[in-house]
């Protein structure tokens, strides 16, 4: 129950991060230019404010990743762009095509079907051979971000980007699921894993913010939500002993199915300042 509590708190807290930082990137680009850095922090409280949701809703993640399978929290997280469009509507005045209206009650199906069926229970632990292979593997993103970075066709370095960033997230919540706290505290310090939450958190934050800046919101959200989930989902079920309840493996697949769908969906309100600009 408290695993589930935290992905629901993680997917609350970063949808609601996004509205914020929204409205204070507007009121920031409503400033003159002439304004004092005081008006401007005042302006700016608001972004900051959901930054502080972000970091609550990554401890939150982290937390419920400790008992629940991968391809459940990180399809929570995801499916925060539902958290979003709903708050988009009360706050931002956007209004929901049917289409999305379905898509938010697909995703929350989706959500509640896996929740249902999934097996709670720490991961499997990782050696040192297999800390060290997970932080190593942010070498790709390394190297997916590098690419994007010197491709000059937006479209394609928007999908590099993306993957990179979807890459990072998936592989910190790998690193979140199998990283065990030991005491004293220096010793998880020095584990291979907690460097790779860090990590892999600053490269996948990194990646997402350059992918919008080149390409479109929804290919962007789409392609970081598919790598996010597709990935550790299988990881989880391969190698970290994650798995479903005895008999609901088709529950859960669907569930799976549909939540990731329908945040794909909805990733056009994955930025709802550009829907309210319109």
């Known amino acids: 129950m408290w695993g589930l509590l935290g992905a629901a708190l993680a997917a609350l807290a970063y949808g609601a991060a996004t509205i914020l930082q929204a409205l204070g990137v507007r009121r920031l680009a409503a ?13 700016g409280e608001l972004y900051a404010a959901g930054l502080v949701l972000d970091l609550l809703g990554f401890l939150a993640s982290v937390a419920a990743l400790r008992t629940l399978p ?9 499916s925060s762009v539902g958290v979003t469009a709903v708050l988009a509507v009360l706050v931002l005045r ?22 249902v069926s999934a097996r709670s229970g720490p991961a499997r632990h990782l050696d040192a051979a297999g800390g060290w ?18 491709t000059r066709a937006d479209h394609r370095a928007a999908a590099l980007l993306a993957t990179a960033s979807g890459l990072g997230f998936g592989l910190l919540g790998i690193a979140a699921r199998t990283l065990v706290v030991r005491h004293p505290w220096w010793h998880t310090a020095a584990d291979p894993l907690a460097w790779s939450v860090v990590g892999e ?35 989880g079920l391969a190698f970290l002993g994650d798995g479903v309840r005895s008999g609901f493996a088709a529950l859960a697949a669907a569930g799976f199915l549909a939540a990731v769908g329908g945040s794909i969906a909805l990733a056009g309100r994955a930025e709802p300042a550009d829907a309210a600009i319109e």
Request: hydrophobic share 65%; charged share 10%; glycine share 8%.
């Open 133 to 150: 292979a997970v932080l190593a593997s942010g070498l790709a993103v390394v190297a997916l971000l590098a690419a994007g970075m010197r």
């Open 94 to 115: 956007v209004r929901l095509h049917r289409v999305e209206v379905g898509a938010l009650a697909v995703a929350f199906a989706g959500l509640v079907l896996m929740a």
């Open 70 to 78: 991968l391809f459940l929290v990180e399809s929570a997280v995801a």
């Open 201 to 235: 958190g600053v490269l996948g934050s990194l990646a997402y913010g350059l992918a919008l800046s080149r390409g479109r919101t929804t290919t962007v959200a789409a392609i970081t939500f598919v790598t996010e989930t597709v990935i550790p989902a299988v990881v």
């Open 31 to 43: 400033l003159p230019p002439d304004v004092s850095w005081t008006a401007r922090v005042r302006a």
